[in-house]
């Protein structure tokens, strides 16, 4: 049996076709596309008509190679974005960018409203400046006139989903980013909304993981020549596809980290956990597969890498990331820190001076050269996972034994050991296209062909190798743990 999977990042996507013969799953890729969003004045937008015509391609170009018999559709996005249609169901605007600055302030406007702890008890959700209760509440504190003809909200996932199907939903672990969904009863907070002046009705009905939104359209049939195929409703926010691929089938406490541009660290629940704990350590109850939680930590991962790279390409630099981790490498250890999250580090632009600025701001040796800069902010990432680790253990009152790393962000070995000797802590890493087969494997079960999620775990752990890394170095670590604490 055959599915396609779409999987979005922030800066790339891809269509993955997986095939699974009762054993085993394997992959084949059939598009990659860069995710380019754009300037325009000075709003961040994406590009959504032109990512749509992407997934097409991607669905064309898996006909044309022989695979026109498969099964499904499922696609997964980031979080918290969305789009906003007419009456007539026409997009109004371009999706707005999460780091684009409309949201700057509005945490504590919302705060002044219903207060940060009610609205945690509501939600169960981390504080994130580009929640999209914090892009709402932009709109409507400016009286922006495109909420006044909005019908309906579709976040990044269901807006692909309803271009393929004319079915319009809203998906439940993409919903739960939103920071406007009550984690118990996985449906809207209506009082939430009140508060903070959103429209109450402009959200759709839920559909879970697994749900069959609806089938391909006449319309994109006739373009693509294919049959009707189902979109499958997966873990339509990436992580939650991410963590369903987590390989493990025995019975101990581990800790998964989600790795790309974001690092996402946390635990999988079967209730959210909201509690004074929970809500002073800042961390959030999203929704996950199968009616888990998905208890993790937003920390900003390889973003800072990335842009900082992005930053040497334009002075004329053309690093590749393995010229930049062995230039890391040969950079002098545990030197300097910056906090990874740091509203400094959240925007586009010149990382390595901010970097600089932040190390000289806190008193600490400023990295001159790339891979003192590479170095600083990978051993700063390391330690702000164990600074999410002991918060985690506190919260549960009890050690965690292993960490699960998945995704993209594996290939930086060097960071996956830099974690595991700040956290010390067994790191295992895999699989690397972690959100495409979890996304595959919900499918999977859609159709019957996997009962359930352990036994899809199994099929992971079957079908894909996997990396450990023991903790080194690590009383280096703890001390300079001590002096990464003090600058946050």
Known sequence: MKVLTFDFGASSGRAMLFEYNGEKISMQEMHRFSNDPVMVGNTYRWDVLRLFFEIKQGILNTI????????????????????????????????????????????????????????????????????????LLSMAQSKDPVLSITDKLLFMPD???????????????????????????????????????????????IV??????????????????????????????????????????????????????????GMEL????????????????????????????????????????????????SFTFNDLEKSARNAQSLISFIDPDNMAFAGPGNMPRRVRE?????????????????????????????????????????????????????????????IANATGKKVIAGPVEATSTGNALIQFMSLGKISNLNEARNVVKNSFETEEYLPQDTESWIAAYEKFKSIL
């Open 358 to 418: 932040f190390c000289k701001n806190t008193n600490q040796p400023i990295p001159e050269d790339e891979g003192a800069v590479i170095r600083c902010i990978a051993q700063s990432l390391a330690m702000k996972c164990a600074y999410a680790l002991h918060g985690l253990e506190d919260v549960f009152g009890r050690p965690i034994d292993i960490i699960h790393m998945l995704g993209g962000g594996i290939k930086d070995t060097m960071v996956c050991q830099f």
């Open 159 to 205: 807006i692909f989903n309803y271009f393929l199907t004319g079915v319009m939903k809203n998906e439940y672990t993409v919903a739960s980013t939103s920071q406007l969904l009550d984690p118990y009863t996985m449906e809207w907070d209506a009082e939430l909304m009140g508060k903070m002046g959103i429209p109450k009705d402009i959200f759709c009905d």
């Open 64 to 135: 044309n190679n022989g695979h026109a018999d498969i099964e499904a559709i499922g696609i997964d996005t980031w979080g918290v974005d969305f789009g906003l249609f007419d009456i007539n169901g026409q997009l109004i605007t371009n999706p707005y960018h999460y780091r684009d600055s409309r949201t700057d302030g509005m945490i504590e406007i919302a705060d002044k409203l219903a207060g940060k702890k009610y609205i945690f008890e509501h939600t169960g959700i981390q504080f994130n400046f580009f929640n999209t209760i914090f892009q």
């Open 208 to 265: 879970k993981p697994g749900e069959i939104v609806g089938y391909l359209t006449d319309e994109i049939c006739e373009e693509l020549g294919c049959k009707k195929i189902p979109v499958i409703a997966v873990g339509s926010h990436d992580t939650a596809s991410a963590i369903a691929s987590v390989p493990v089938t025995e019975n101990y406490d581990y800790a998964y980290i989600s790795s790309g541009t974001w690092a996402l660290m």
């Open 270 to 317: 079967e209730q959210p956990l909201i509690n004074d704990k929970s809500f002073k350590y800042d961390f959030t109850n999203e929704g996950g597969v199968n009616n888990t939680i998905r208890f993790l930590k937003n920390i900003m991962g390889l973003w800072i890498i990335q842009e900082s790279r992005r930053q040497w390409q334009r002075e004329g630099k």
